[in-house]
């Protein structure tokens, strides 16, 4: 006999919690020989459609879900005069489950959870911040970043937290890629900001930045000097010069 692995059993039962299992182990209880597994599946999803066409998904919550107010993406955290926007966020749903259920990580599930997150908070013109996500799971916010930036540098983008919209905190990397999209990959300022979730004001001032200092490498200038001369922040400095020293060649 096959042993049924321990992510299987610790989780499987959890699907049951969303809609559509529900429904399926109602047919499946009060009509079990009448319809066979694929035709409950199937009436499970036409009721689902049937249910989403009738009562618009904005007005209530599933299973998973919860309403949170977050910081209106219009608004500045550090202003008095911020604004907030009731989103509704997804905490649980069964793609979580699935992936724990085949023994994923659960740091990779969560990885997966922050980036859905902050990006549900912004399609419902909200912005969700490192501390906030902090609340929901009782992390620290060094966790919470780690998992984030991990996901970014997995696929490549650039979450739009309060860190990258509202140029906030100690957020580094959302710099670089923007540099690297435009130096590397050779793409318009235009194209950048709507890939990165940034103003087009941002962009231009960080591809000025970097031109700044990739101005002052050519003469031979350190650290020290580029910091006291632009301004810029040493940390985002060295990040752009070892773009510089990778990626430009007449240097």
């Not at 049924?4 to 020989?33: N, Q």
């Not at 905490?91 to 980036?115: F, H, M, W, Y």
């Not at 930036?149 to 309060?162: D, G, N, R, S, W």
């Amino acid at each position: 006999m096959i042993r049924t692995p321990d992510s299987v059993k610790r989780y499987h039962s959890a699907h049951e919690r969303f809609l559509k299992p529900a429904i399926v182990s109602f047919f499946k209880r009060e009509f079990s020989g009448l319809f066979g597994p694929v035709i409950r599946e199937n009436i499970a999803d036409a009721l689902i459609d049937l249910f989403e066409s009738t009562c618009p998904e904005s007005t209530r919550l599933k299973p998973g879900q919860m309403i949170w107010n977050a910081l209106d993406k219009n608004t500045r955290g550090d202003r008095p005069n911020r604004r907030f926007k009731p989103v509704i966020l997804t905490l649980v749903c069964d793609d979580d489950i699935s992936l724990l259920e085949k023994g994923t990580p659960i740091k990779q599930v969560r990885q997966n959870v922050i980036a859905r997150l902050i990006n549900e908070a912004y399609k419902q013109d909200g912005a969700l911040s490192t501390r906030d996500l902090c609340l929901f799971y009782s992390e620290y916010s060094g966790a919470i970043s780690h998992r984030r930036i991990a996901y970014e540098k997995k696929h490549q983008t650039i979450l739009p937290h309060t860190g990258v919209l509202h140029d906030m905190g100690s957020t580094l990397t959302h710099k670089k890629m923007i540099v690297y999209k435009h130096i590397v990959e050779k793409k318009d300022p235009t194209v950048i900001a709507k890939e990165t979730n940034h103003s087009q004001s941002a962009v231009d001032r960080y591809l000025k930045d970097f031109n700044r200092v990739r101005t002052l490498m050519k003469d031979s200038k350190d650290v020290d000097y580029i910091h006291h001369t632009t301004n810029i922040a040493k940390a985002v400095i060295k990040q752009y010069q070892q773009l510089v020293n990778k990626y430009v060649k007449e240097l």
